[in-house]
């Protein structure tokens, strides 16, 4: 069934895009008391993103909850079959579960700032079980002795998301450098996937597509960056204010099977990366128990198909 375009912005969480995209310091929430009516001693790290509704990624009742999920937001439409999947085998855990689908650099600072995370006027604490991210940093993680039983899961390579038609008839890498191409990329100041988009540039034109694309365009307006995670691009293309973007290739695949009219364009192997996914117990977790298995959940058969289902690829077939 395909799903209102309208309805579908407000599920991913965004209205109108703020045009400045994080070049001047976002002003506190809500307006009218600029944060003053916040009560909380503690504010942790303070998440502020203006004209956009982060609500979305906070997911349950984190009350009472008896397994607490910090999972890196590119997997946001993954989540609501896997935790379902999984419940059906721990029935006691129906409606105690919470999870955040933030970007994994937010969430590794609410992770330092004492699990503590403020949005306007609200302050939230909630102790993680489970954080999941790319598998580099839950390895450094480790290395940190941050977390334990790091458990790989999943692959997902890059694609360039554009309107369905592709009007601008982009065929590569090197079309984002046209400065008639408007693009919506990730912001590497919290989001992994820069990296990898930064290493296919390079990879496809050299660091002078690189510029093009994240210094040059920035500083020109025609390159917006993300402000909460990659997902803001699908919603810029529907709305018109950007040309294409490169995500996930699951993110392509993600809108295609809600119905919205947007496409993809392939990579060639030989400039894209493949992202290895990686979940990790915290080592205080409170729940140990319940974290041990969802890690293990995740390379259950059944967990592999929902994946597959939106493009991602399990570990084994790549290691063939």
């Given at each position: 069934m395909k799903l209102d375009n309208r309805i579908l912005l407000l599920m991913l969480g965004a209205t109108l895009m703020n045009p400045l995209h994080g070049q001047n310091k976002p002003q506190a929430t809500p307006p009218w008391s600029?944060?003053?009516?916040?009560?909380?001693?503690s504010k942790g790290y303070e998440f502020h993103v203006p004209d956009v509704d982060n609500i979305p990624d906070l997911h349950g009742n984190p009350a009472d909850a008896k397994l607490v999920l910090f999972i890196g937001g590119n997997q946001f439409f993954v989540l609501p079959q896997l935790i379902e999947g999984f419940v059906k085998l721990h029935p006691e855990l129906a409606g105690r579960i919470f999870y955040e689908t933030l970007p994994p650099g937010i969430l590794r600072k609410q992770i330092a700032a004492n699990n503590t995370l403020t949005l306007g006027n609200l302050t939230l604490q909630v102790k993680p079980d489970v954080y999941e991210a790319g598998a580099r940093v839950l390895r450094a993680m480790e290395q940190q002795k941050q977390v334990t039983n790091v458990t790989e899961y999943a692959t997902n390579t890059l694609e360039i998301m554009v309107p369905a038609g592709n009007p601008k008839h982009i065929a590569s890498l090197n079309d984002l450098g046209r400065s008639d191409v408007r693009l919506s990329m990730p912001n590497p100041e919290w989001e992994g996937v820069a990296n990898q988009i930064a290493a296919a540039l390079r990879k496809a034109g050299g660091d002078k597509l690189y510029q093009q694309v994240y210094q040059e365009k920035v500083a020109s307006g025609s390159t917006v960056l993300?402000?909460?995670?990659?997902?803001?691009t699908p919603m810029r293309i529907l709305e018109g204010k950007a040309d294409a973007g490169v995500t996930w290739a699951s993110e392509v695949r993600f809108q295609k099977k809600v119905g919205n009219p947007i496409t993809g364009v392939e990579i060639p192997d030989a400039q894209n990366s493949t992202a290895i996914y990686a979940g990790g117990m915290m080592v205080d977790a409170p729940h140990p128990e319940a974290a041990a298995q969802w890690l293990a959940y995740l390379k259950t058969p059944e967990a592999q198909a929902i994946y597959h289902q939106f493009g991602f690829k399990s570990i084994e077939i790549d290691a063939k």
């Amino acid at each position: 069934m395909k799903l209102d375009n309208r309805i579908l912005l407000l599920m991913l969480g965004a209205t109108l895009m703020n045009p400045l995209h994080g070049q001047n310091k976002p002003q506190a929430t809500p307006p009218w008391s600029n944060g003053a009516n916040n009560p909380a001693a503690s504010k942790g790290y303070e998440f502020h993103v203006p004209d956009v509704d982060n609500i979305p990624d906070l997911h349950g009742n984190p009350a009472d909850a008896k397994l607490v999920l910090f999972i890196g937001g590119n997997q946001f439409f993954v989540l609501p079959q896997l935790i379902e999947g999984f419940v059906k085998l721990h029935p006691e855990l129906a409606g105690r579960i919470f999870y955040e689908t933030l970007p994994p650099g937010i969430l590794r600072k609410q992770i330092a700032a004492n699990n503590t995370l403020t949005l306007g006027n609200l302050t939230l604490q909630v102790k993680p079980d489970v954080y999941e991210a790319g598998a580099r940093v839950l390895r450094a993680m480790e290395q940190q002795k941050q977390v334990t039983n790091v458990t790989e899961y999943a692959t997902n390579t890059l694609e360039i998301m554009v309107p369905a038609g592709n009007p601008k008839h982009i065929a590569s890498l090197n079309d984002l450098g046209r400065s008639d191409v408007r693009l919506s990329m990730p912001n590497p100041e919290w989001e992994g996937v820069a990296n990898q988009i930064a290493a296919a540039l390079r990879k496809a034109g050299g660091d002078k597509l690189y510029q093009q694309v994240y210094q040059e365009k920035v500083a020109s307006g025609s390159t917006v960056l993300t402000e909460i995670h990659h997902r803001q691009t699908p919603m810029r293309i529907l709305e018109g204010k950007a040309d294409a973007g490169v995500t996930w290739a699951s993110e392509v695949r993600f809108q295609k099977k809600v119905g919205n009219p947007i496409t993809g364009v392939e990579i060639p192997d030989a400039q894209n990366s493949t992202a290895i996914y990686a979940g990790g117990m915290m080592v205080d977790a409170p729940h140990p128990e319940a974290a041990a298995q969802w890690l293990a959940y995740l390379k259950t058969p059944e967990a592999q198909a929902i994946y597959h289902q939106f493009g991602f690829k399990s570990i084994e077939i790549d290691a063939k």
